[in-house]
C-alpha cells in the first residue's frame, strides 16, 4: 500500500486516499505500514475495510458509489466460480451505478473498472452482457462505453 501510495503521489502530484478492502473477516492484515533502519522511520496509515463487517442490504441502499465497490467484493466472495451466478451480480451492480448520478465520469470509469477486475467472466459471458444491458440503457451509451 506505501509503494502505491508514493508511486502514485510522485507521479500526479495529487491528494491520495488509499483503502484496502479484505474480503475475508479472517484476515490478520494491518491497516499500517512501518518501516524503521538507522534512525530513520517511516509509519504509513491507510483506511481498512473489512466487507463481512457490514451489512450488504445497507449497500445496496446506498447512493454512495464507494457502496458499489463493496457489494462488488461481497459479490466476488459469494460466487467464486459459479459465473451464472455472478453475470446477474454484474448485471444489477451495472445497472446501479448508471443509475446514480452523484458521481464525476472518472470516478465512475474507476469504479466500472474496479467491478469488471473483481467480477471477471469468460470472454463470450462478458460480452452477452455488454448485448443484453445495451437494450437496458437506451440514452446512457456513454457509460457503456466506458464498461466496454
Known sequence: MFEY????????????????????KSTKSTNQYH????????????????????????FK????LFSKALLASIYLNQT???????IAYKRTLLRE???????ERAE???????????????KSMSEQLVRDVKDEIKGEEEILNLYK
Not at 538507522?38 to 483506511?47: H, R, V
Not at 451505478?97 to 458521481?103: A, E, I, K, Q, T
Not at 474507476?110 to 477486475?117: E, K, N, T
Open 108 to 122: 465512475i470509469r474507476a469504479l466500472l473498472y474496479f467491478i469488471d477486475y473483481l467480477l471477471k467472466l469468460p
Open 80 to 86: 467464486k466460480n459459479e459465473m451464472s451466478h455472478r
Open 35 to 58: 518501516d524503521k533502519y538507522f534512525g530513520t522511520e517511516i509509519t504509513y496509515t491507510f483506511n481498512k475495510y473489512v466487507v463481512s463487517d457490514f451489512d450488504e442490504e445497507e
Open 97 to 103: 451505478v448508471w443509475l446514480l448520478s452523484n458521481g
Open 5 to 24: 501510495f508514493y508511486r502514485i503521489s510522485d507521479r500526479y502530484g495529487k491528494k491520495i486516499v488509499a483503502i484496502a478492502i479484505f474480503t475475508n
Open 61 to 64: 441502499k446506498s447512493p454512495k
